[in-house]
């Protein structure tokens, strides 16, 4: 590591250094067949492998049931918040449970193509809270509740799966995908964008209950067709070939660390070191209220803009680069992705210690 600095970005966001390394052996001339994973057919037999054994990895690390398909498209999660009411809404109004900014442009995308309920706003304490189920108003008639796992930009949380009454259940989980069990089969869908947790940009992963495609409206193009990409296996067009791939690297990674059981372990150890610092601070506020804290974002700020300048600058000049926090919430974001080591955790936290001791009597 004497190269490489620690990278908190929120997305697009580090790598697990093996799997650039593998990359980069392979960038050439993948398997010995001549050519890079750049330059083959999405149709070809090579490519093929790729994807095949990508999605198979994707089921296996998920336990995803074949209730279940997994669909490799493009568009970002920005994408899905209008594929999603366009596919399932059939007629009927959808519920949003609105806790930060993405699940705010989901529901205002939605209300394009049919009727929005939102199930609770979390506007007012600037999306510190996560609400508890009492809080939830789900309107029974909905055709899905549409919520977001971890908001990445306030860095709160969900720490349990809805209760819906039988309203279908679509979660953006863009930021914190295969970096804990999900019980796939509560789910209607689940997408994420790549570019937080597990690949390059360019890739969106939907897991879709295969029950809930073909009820899409009319006008829906067909790239935003989940029952054309099921029937095509996510190859209508061109897919994504070099993230699919580079996603391919990192589940098998995941996959030798011990699968998505280590990763939530890991989670819980680097975020658990920044909290510690946070809760022991006379310096730092911590942004989410206790109880709807992530651990894949943590922010938090000082209540001084300069100092919290301060505190950027300072932190990249040990090479720890990104903790700005996004312009919504000021302050600072420490990203906590799968790819970040503990070490890189404990730089982070040992800095905001000294930081503290220099800046507060
Ligand atoms: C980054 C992010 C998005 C937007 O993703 P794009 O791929 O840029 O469209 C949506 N939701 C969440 C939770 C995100 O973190």
């Known amino acids: 590591m004497v190269d490489r600095a620690y990278n908190f970005a929120a997305g697009p966001a580090c790598m697990p250094e ?15 067949c001549g050519m890079s994973v750049m330059e083959m057919s999405h149709r070809g037999s090579q490519f093929a492998e790729i994807h095949t054994e990508a999605k198979a990895r994707f089921k296996r690390l998920l336990n995803i049931p074949d209730t279940h398909e997994v669909l490799f498209l493009q568009g970002g999660a920005t994408g899905q918040f209008a594929a999603i009411p366009l596919n399932l809404m059939d007629g009927k109004a959808a519920s949003y449970a609105v806790t930060g900014n993405f699940s705010g442009i989901a529901a205002k995308e939605a209300a394009k193509y049919g009727e929005v309920r939102i199930a609770y706003e979390g506007k007012e304490n600037n999306y510190s809270h996560i609400p508890t189920q009492g809080e939830l108003v789900i309107a029974p008639d909905s055709a899905y509740f549409h919520y977001c796992a971890n908001n990445t930009i306030f860095g709160t949380a969900w720490d349990y799966v ?11 989980m863009s930021s914190e995908i295969m970096s804990r069990p999900v019980d796939v089969s509560r789910y209607a869908l689940i997408y994420a964008g790549a570019q937080k947790n597990i690949a390059p940009a360019g890739l969106t992963v939907v897991i879709i209950d295969k029950s809930f495609a073909g009820h899409e409206a009319a006008i829906t193009p067909q790239i935003m067709s989940y029952q054309k990409m099921i029937d095509k ?3 209508l067009n061109t897919p994504p070939c070099w993230c699919i791939y580079m996603l391919g690297l990192v589940l098998e990674w995941v996959e030798e660390q011990g699968g998505v059981s280590e990763m939530d372990r890991r989670r819980r150890e ?15 506020k911590a942004h989410a209220e206790p109880g709807s804290r992530s651990m894949m974002n943590v922010t938090f700020r000082t209540g001084d803009e300069a100092l919290d300048k301060e505190f950027c600058d300072g932190a990249a000049k040990r090479g720890l680069l990104n903790v700005k926090g996004h312009r919504l919430t000021g302050g600072m974001r420490v990203s906590l992705y799968n790819a970040m080591s503990l070490e890189g955790a404990k730089a982070v936290a040992e800095y905001m210690k000294d930081f503290e001791v220099e800046h507060h009597v």
């Open 270 to 284: 680097r975020a658990g070191l920044l909290y510690d610092v946070l809760d022991n601070s006379r310096l730092y």
């Open 18 to 32: 093996p799997v650039l390394k593998k990359a980069q052996s392979e960038l050439m001339n993948w398997h010995g």
């Open 162 to 172: 809805p209760e819906t009454s039988g309203v279908p259940l679509v979660a953006d």
């Open 233 to 235: 296996d996510s190859m």
